[in-house]
């Protein structure tokens, strides 16, 4: 039996960065994959889509040349070479990742799933290998709604639609989140019909309900058709490339019928394939593992990092996991858990930037809060830009004077939300950021000058 210092399952974002810290401090690593290296980011995520949202921003600002004096005749897509962009970035980055660890010293590489036989041993393939250390960072996958008809449809993932070959015609995709309105809209963009049947009664429901209107808003401008309150009660496939999905809205027994079906329901941690009960890692009602401040799962030597543990499900957090659990490992005991304050974007186009709390979260703390909002048509570079869509709002402890956090959803939100999330870890007051001079003519140049407009919450 092969043994090792750290055994590390799966190899999302967390493995690119710390693998190469154990390797320089001297520990032996064995890496366990079955699938392609990289994670969900690198291989079915951000990496794949981001390049597919670039080109369907591409065709987009083609369509609207008109609007800028740019006369650019019709517009047409070769899906075939948007995928085969999106592929070749991919692929790229996962071979990449895949070679680089390789060619380290001390890491070997076992190209199987791993399950436990016991807290320090782990099954690979035909092998049983020994870890004093383990790190499970396994990722999870797109969720699967047991509806009646399932099994008889050819129904999409976020992972299988990025095998298409031809462009759907008309794309149905139920869930009303944030992978479903990234693909929703750009495959509006790319020339597709596109249906999107949410459960609930607004759109990405974690955000505050004037957000989630102005999102509906933007994508529905762009012809996409949302329907909302929509159970989608059964499924039948009518053709090879006619499926009907029925649903029910308000009492109301509706139908759509789609060339491809995405569904986005969310997503499953991968727990259930790792027999943990063999290692005593204990899992919470929906499967995420149980970890605390500093990753450890309920069994101390082994840790979790990524999707897995349910604390994030972004890319920056499971790299942010990693550090936390490399901290904790080195004896630094710098980072933990419950510091870490939630950022994440909606790269719809305009992106939504959000940072620390919404105002309904604001609400419900008690806190005093204070309140200031502006839409992205008042801001001059949105303006300048054609691209005026969306609103900003920023809230403020008004005894601690600490941000509470900030929404940007506008033209280079993704990007200017990250000045909140920076400033915020400082735990300074707003009036030390009201102070700052920015550069003109910016998106961000607006953002302490905002903060002019602060006022209590209207009750």
């Known amino acids: 039996m092969n043994r090792y210092d750290i055994i590390w399952i799966g190899t999302g974002q967390a493995a690119g960065t710390i693998v ?10 064995a890496i366990a994959e079955g699938g392609r290296f990289g994670g969900s980011c690198v291989n079915y995520g951000c990496t794949p889509t981001k390049t597919i ?66 807290d320090h041993t782990v099954r690979v393939g035909d092998e049983v290998i020994f870890g004093e250390t383990i790190v499970i960072n396994a990722g999870a996958r797109a969720s699967l709604l047991p509806i009646d008809g399932i099994d008889e449809v050819d129904w999409l993932d976020n992972a299988r ?55 509906k808003d933007i994508l529905e401008s762009e012809g996409i058709t949302i329907q909302l309150n929509a159970s ?24 759509v019928r789609g060339t491809h079906l995405l569904l986005a329901v969310g997503r499953t941690p991968n727990s259930d394939r790792l027999n943990l009960e063999a290692a005593g890692v204990e899992v919470n009602a929906r499967g ?6 500093v990753m450890q799962t309920t069994t101390p030597h082994i840790f979790a990092v990524g999707d897995i543990n349910g604390e994030g499900a972004f890319t920056h957090t499971s790299v942010n996991d990693g550090e936390i659990f490399w901290d904790h490992f080195s004896g630094d005991d710098d980072r933990i858990l419950s510091e870490r304050i939630p ?15 919404s105002e309904k979260a604001a609400r419900a703390s008690g806190r005093n809060v204070l309140m200031a909002t502006r ?40 990007e200017v939300i990250n000045m909140f999330t920076t400033f915020m870890y400082t735990k300074s007051s707003y009036k030390l950021f009201r102070k700052a001079v920015l550069t003109h003519p910016t998106v961000a140049e607006l953002m302490p000058w905002i903060l002019d407009d602060l006022k209590p919450l209207d009750p």
């Not at 390797?23 to 032996?28: D, L, R, S």
Request: aromatic fraction near 8%; charge should be negative; avoid cysteine.
């Open 375 to 414: 839409p992205m048509k008042h801001i001059a570079r949105a303006r300048e830009k054609d691209e005026t869509a969306g609103m900003v709002k920023v809230l403020v402890d008004a005894d601690t004077e600490e941000f509470l956090g900030a929404a940007i959803l506008g033209v280079g939100g993704d």
């Open 232 to 255: 989608v009660e059964r499924l039948a496939q009518a053709a090879p490339r006619q499926i009907d999905v029925f649903y029910e809205q308000e009492g109301e027994a509706k139908q």
């Open 20 to 29: 190469p810290r154990l390797v320089a401090a001297g520990k032996t690593v």
């Open 161 to 215: 639609l990025l095998d298409l070959e031809a462009l759907p015609r008309h794309l149905v995709i139920v869930g009303g989140s944030y992978i479903s309105l990234e693909f929703a809209q750009a495959f509006r963009r790319l020339g597709s019909e596109v249906t999107v049947l949410g459960r609930g009664d607004q759109l990405v429901f974690r955000e505050d309900a004037d957000i989630a209107a102005q999102v």
């Open 53 to 118: 949202v670039a080109s369907a921003r591409a065709a987009h600002m083609a369509r609207r040349g008109p609007d800028f004096g740019v006369i650019t005749g019709e517009v047409s897509i070769d899906f075939a070479k948007v995928m085969e962009r999106q592929n070749k970035m991919r692929n790229g980055v996962s071979h990449g990742l895949e070679n680089w660890l390789r060619g380290m010293d001390n890491v070997d590489i076992y190209a199987d799933f791993a399950t436990f036989v016991d």
């Open 288 to 293: 995420y593992i149980r970890v605390n401040e």
């Open 343 to 357: 950022t994440y974007a909606l790269f719809i186009d305009p992106p939504l930037g959000r940072v620390g709390m």
